[in-house]
């Protein structure tokens, strides 16, 4: 089946009491029971919700996975799949990986005994030199935020797998329609539901898609220990927006495009970060691995002044974090998404006082250019 197939009916199968069509809201913390040890496989909310089952089954087939677990937030997704490894053990972590995702490690799982050493993915050879012998978990995002590079998947695997490492790919940035990173080696998905998933900046949550078993079955165990559930409401949100992922991702894909050209050819922009550019450095592993470029564009204009400039005339686009909704958001990392990344880092990374973030949305893009263009004018 077809990826929009899937996305409209896995997990959504017709209300068995009802027959409603959407997947009902079920709104409840309990649920009665027939007798002693006889229930319909509902016991308790944290545990088990029909709303969150149908998103759950949902998001798996769309990342091509047999196991999904939804969680509250993106963070509470990755924190999950951190607690498959343990005191000692050594993480590699891609080096410029979502701001929240290094302040995890660096200031809370580092209290709890679990090395990590920040590696740039985007050379995958080298990820030889870091692996330990307590190495057990390669996590990489990619393209990465802001400046979207671009990590190669199936080589990352590869060498991990040579090592009997596993592999965690956050997909936030792409969403299943535009990449499948288990088809390439990669052993577990997480997602900020937040951003394409549910598309309509109207719910935060996580996701964790993978195929092995035994690793599922200590993520399903931590979500019910530690009770980082998405709701049954938000769960509902998700499910609705899913539904239109492979429209909406084709939209952002395309405005992304023609924004990035825009800004490419502006003479006041010194550089633009976008994958789909000829210009940009992996464009054609990102030509081989994803079957979009998506909606994230950055660009530099030169100085702090300059992007406050922008940031502070555009109309259309909404000065905000976060990404992925319908509408145009822009934003400076700097300040906001990366400010907790050191300033020797940010530099390294590109993530200059001068960049500036855009989450294209799907208004029409003459719109988003000329609010754009007049902004920078
Ligand atoms: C937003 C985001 C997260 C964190 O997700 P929350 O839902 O905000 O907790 C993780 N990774 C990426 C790439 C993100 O954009």
């Not at 079920?26 to 016991?43: F, I, N, P, V, W």
């Not at 079957?291 to 660009?299: Q, R």
């Not at 109309?315 to 822009?330: R, T």
Request: hydrophobic content about 40%; glycine content about 10%; proline content about 4%.
């Amino acid at each position: 089946m077809g990826f929009s197939t899937i996305a409209i009916h896995a997990g959504n199968e017709p209300d068995i009491a009802t027959g409603a069509v959407s997947v009902p809201i079920y709104q409840t913390s309990t649920y009665a029971q027939d007798g002693l040890g006889r229930h319909k496989g509902y016991e308790y909310a944290r545990t088990q919700n029909p709303t969150r089952s149908a998103l759950e089954k949902n998001i798996a087939a769309l990342e091509g996975a047999r196991f999904g677990y939804a969680f509250a937030s993106g963070m509470a997704a990755t924190d999950a799949v951190l607690k498959l490894v343990r005191s000692g053990d050594h993480v590699i972590l891609g080096d410029n990986t979502y701001g929240g995702t290094f302040r995890l490690f660096n200031k809370v799982l580092s209290n709890y005994g679990i090395e990590f050493d920040l590696v740039d993915t985007t050379e995958a050879t080298n990820l030889e030199q870091a692996f330990k012998p307590n190495t057990k978990m390669v996590f990489v995002e990619t393209p990465t935020n802001p400046v979207m590079s671009v990590t190669d998947l199936q080589a990352v695997s590869e060498i991990a797998h040579q090592r009997g490492v596993r592999v965690v790919c956050d997909n936030t940035f792409m969403s299943p329609y535009l990449q499948r990173p288990i088809d390439f080696g990669v052993d577990i998905v997480v997602h900020s539901t937040t951003k394409y998933l549910n598309g309509h900046s109207d719910s935060v949550g996580g996701f964790v898609a993978l195929n092995d078993e035994k690793d599922a079955e200590w993520i399903q165990f931590i979500q019910n220990s530690v009770g980082a559930i998405l709701s049954p409401f938000d769960s509902f949100l998700v499910l609705r927006g899913t539904k239109t992922l492979a429209v909406r991702m084709e939209a952002h894909d395309k405005n992304g495009r023609q924004v990035a050209s825009f800004l490419a050819e502006h003479p006041k922009i010194q550089k633009v970060y976008y994958p789909g550019l000829v210009s940009h450095p992996q464009h054609e592993l990102a030509k081989r691995q994803q079957k979009g470029f998506g909606g994230m564009v950055a660009f530099e204009t030169g100085s702090l002044d300059n992007a406050k400039k922008v940031l502070e005339s555009v109309k259309l686009c909404i000065l905000g974090e976060s990404l992925g909704g319908v509408e145009s958001l822009i934003s400076h990392p700097a300040t906001m998404t990366h400010a907790s990344v050191p300033i020797e880092k940010r530099e390294q990374l590109g993530i200059t006082d001068g960049l500036v973030r855009i989450s294209v949305g799907i208004e029409d893009v003459e719109d988003i250019i000329s609010d754009l263009d007049q902004a920078l004018g």
